[in-house]
């Protein structure tokens, strides 16, 4: 693989896809090895308005003797082609395509026998119902879903009425905007350039989000639908949320609550996952429980620890098979797409 952007050890493999009707798709692969082979990786799905930037997530991992890999989905971040509408899906089944390529590479080209796929907010709802594809294959072995987007942040009248209403448009017109009510709240508590600590591409994470549109919004909700009359995941699943949410303006709370979504849908839909599921909520936690201030984020991977040592310690004692042992690290990866 060539070097990502964020530099070595850190590459990047780019996953072409089928056309759609803006003409050419590409997902992003990016790999970063850990000094021994153990066959353990974790696969990183990122969420709405977003990409893959957190390297101390990937040093977590590291240090416990996984390689992690994280997926720039189809129009995100380093997937974002000039020709392309940014973010936007009709149905989040198109996604199953390049996780599927990416789980290739892991498993077949780099020789992996156990996965874990960490997913933050609409990542976490395309990885669910990825998994639930999936069930029954021995593909994943377990799931973190940080802050996932179980439900839309929104009232009753906007949930019964304007919800189907968008839908309808949807069908029709899927590229229609969406009206906002913008507060740049969340961009605001994380850029170095406002209130936060993280510096990132604003291209490709703008503070005050990107346009909605009707065919995104339609498939959002279908998404929402299949997995609120239940899903069968049947691996360990760790659900994390923060413990209040936030609205409004910017102030000192929207550092130590959740500014994008409601933490109590994400409370009463997790129980819908499988029947293994586990529901930690951290006080003081941001939208993505990895980006909120330091003593947080810190008994969040704390918690993350505990979850795959009680629950994957099996197999990650499990013996490295042959093929694996002194694997070369010029390994392209281009095989399995």
């Known amino acids: 693989m060539p070097t990502d952007i964020l530099g070595e050890p850190y590459e990047q493999l780019p996953i072409p896809l089928d056309a759609d009707d803006e003409g050419e798709v590409v997902a992003t692969l990016v790999r970063r090895r850990a000094p021994q082979p153990t066959g353990r990786a974790v696969l990183y ?11 101390h997530l990937a040093d977590f991992y590291i240090e ?31 996604y199953f395509s390049e996780i599927d390529a990416a789980v290739r590479v892991i498993r077949e080209t780099d020789g992996h026998d156990t996965l874990v796929l960490n997913a933050h907010s609409t990542g ?48 029709v017109k899927p590229y229609r905007l969406i ?62 949320c923060s413990g209040a949410s936030f609205r409004g303006p910017f102030a000192d709370a929207a550092h130590h609550a959740d500014a994008v979504l409601d933490v109590e849908h994400i409370a009463r839909w997790s129980p819908n996952l499988g029947r293994h599921v586990t529901l930690v909520r951290f006080e003081g936690a941001k939208h993505d429980l ?10 969040v991977l704390d918690e993350l620890d505990r979850w795959l040592t009680a629950y994957l310690a099996k197999r990650a004692l499990a013996p490295v098979r042959e093929s694996q042992v002194g694997r070369p690290g010029g390994t392209t990866g281009s095989g399995g797409v």
């Open 45 to 55: 799905l990122h969420g709405y308005v977003d990409y893959f930037f957190q390297t």
């Open 179 to 240: 009206p906002q009510n913008i507060t740049m709240t969340y961009g605001r508590s994380l850029h170095i350039e406002h209130e936060g600590e993280w510096d990132y591409n604003l291209a490709w994470k703008p503070v005050e989000s990107f346009p909605v549109r009707a065919g995104w919004v339609r498939a959002i909700r279908a998404a929402h639908r299949r997995l609120h009359a239940g899903l069968a995941i049947d691996v360990p699943v760790l659900v994390g």
């Open 64 to 94: 416990r003797g996984w390689d992690f890999y994280a997926l720039d989905l189809r129009k995100y971040g380093r997937s974002l082609l000039s020709h392309q509408t940014p973010n936007f899906v009709r149905s989040v089944s198109e």
């Open 124 to 171: 976490g709802l395309i990885g669910s119902l990825w998994a639930h594809r999936v069930r029954g294959t021995d593909t994943v072995q377990g799931l973190f879903l940080n802050s996932p987007f179980f439900d839309f942040n929104v009232g009753w009248l906007t949930r019964q009425v304007a919800g189907p209403a968008i839908e309808r448009v949807g069908a």
């Open 290 to 299: 990895l980006l909120s201030r330091q003593p947080v984020r810190e008994r």
